[in-house]
């Protein structure tokens, strides 16, 4: 069965770094875009960024945009998320998902297999 597992979040102070990872297994990795969305307490669930399955297009919102760094490695069935210049507002539980089909979108509605989330906390 399709399984996503997220590591890599934890506590930092603002304007630092943190490096999400999801090791994705079940399917076959490298024909899916992979997508990061995150939910703050008492907000929705929102698109943060994606990476297609083949040549490695980027998608970011804009609040994420020059800072966060999403990347892929298909050998190893995981994709990443490099956080930079991390700010309180930032702080959320990030999730990664895989899209229902092989093309880009920022639509929950488009993914369907979620990891179970890892807890980001930006200090100021």
């Known amino acids: 069965q399709v399984q996503l597992v997220e590591s890599g979040g934890g506590l930092v102070q603002a304007g630092g770094s943190l490096r999400l990872s999801c090791a994705a297994s079940?399917?076959?990795?490298?024909?899916?875009?992979m997508g990061w969305f995150r939910q703050a307490p008492g907000k929705e669930r929102e698109f943060v960024a994606a990476?297609?399955?083949?040549?490695?297009?980027?998608y970011y919102a804009d609040s994420v945009k020059g800072r966060f760094a999403v990347s892929r490695d298909n050998a190893k069935n995981t994709v990443y998320l490099q956080m930079n210049s991390l700010k309180p507002e930032d702080t959320a539980v990030y999730y990664c998902?895989?899209?229902?089909?092989?093309?880009?979108?920022?639509?929950?509605?488009?993914?369907?297999?979620w990891g179970q989330g890892t807890q980001v906390t930006v200090s100021s």
């Open positions: 990476i297609s399955w083949n040549v490695g297009l980027t």
């Open positions: 998902a895989k899209t229902k089909a092989a093309y880009y979108s920022s639509r929950r509605d488009e993914y369907d297999y």
């Open positions: 079940g399917f076959t990795f490298g024909r899916y875009v």
